[in-house]
């Protein structure tokens, strides 16, 4: 899977628990999940588990903390599914 | 971990306690019960002349039982005398049935389906004296100590 592929991937997980559509409009590697998209840490939750349906992966609590932003969960689902 | 135990964790006190005791708990659910005293203080104004509990005092119930009980049930292990849980409520759908009456005692019934990340969401229904479905839902919260 390319970026762009995984972008367009993300981009449909996270969409439901977006606050800011402005931010999300412009969504950008560097867009980060609770300071642009305004999302609570409770959907922060219910992201990963999207993205481990979506990516048949399992995330642990280092995984949450790292995935602050478009950029970190790229890479964090990028190194498991290359696992 | 001890039912008593468990409501003496609660961070909650009178008029704003909604558990009297809690019937049974596991890992994976909780039943608890509480009965709406005559004098509670929402009666006074929900509604004039005509005291129904209100619909979110009812939700309060449900997340205080279904959803607190439980989650100091499941952190038991990390919490202690000094170290309480901080909680807080991040989203809830409720539909409701039947009405609830100053006297009524409710027993409501709560079934995990998520509890990662701190994260607690549960399927939390409540029943009147008679069984009969009062309210359900789906109510979340994040639990940390």
């Keep these: ?83 | 971990m001890k039912k008593e135990e468990i409501i003496a964790l609660l961070p909650y006190e009178k008029p704003f306690l909604f558990v009297d005791g809690i019937d049974s708990i596991s890992e994976d659910g909780i039943s608890g019960h509480y009965t709406f005293k005559d004098d509670e203080f929402f009666y006074k104004g929900h509604f004039k002349g005509n005291p129904i509990t209100p619909g979110v005092i009812l939700t309060e119930c449900m997340a205080q039982i279904g959803l607190v009980c439980l989650g100091i049930y499941l952190l038991k292990d990390e919490l202690s005398e000094t170290q309480k849980p901080q909680i807080a409520l991040t989203a809830n759908q409720m539909d409701f049935y039947l009405p609830v009456l100053p006297g009524e005692k409710v027993n409501v019934q709560s079934e995990k389906t998520v509890f990662r990340f701190n994260k607690l969401k549960c399927n939390v229904k409540m029943v009147n004296k008679d069984g009969e479905l009062v309210a359900r839902g789906t109510i979340s919260g994040m639990l940390k100590v």
């Design chain 1, 1 to 83: 899977m390319n970026n762009d592929e995984l972008i367009t991937k993300l981009k449909t997980i996270i969409a439901p628990y977006i606050q800011d559509e402005e931010a999300f409009k412009n969504l950008s590697e560097d867009t980060d999940f609770v300071k642009d998209l305004k999302i609570n840490s409770a959907n922060l939750v219910d992201i990963i588990l999207d993205i481990e349906d979506e990516f048949d992966i399992r995330l642990e609590n280092d995984d949450m903390e790292k995935m602050l932003d478009v950029k970190s969960a790229m890479a964090i689902v990028t190194s498991k599914l290359n696992k």
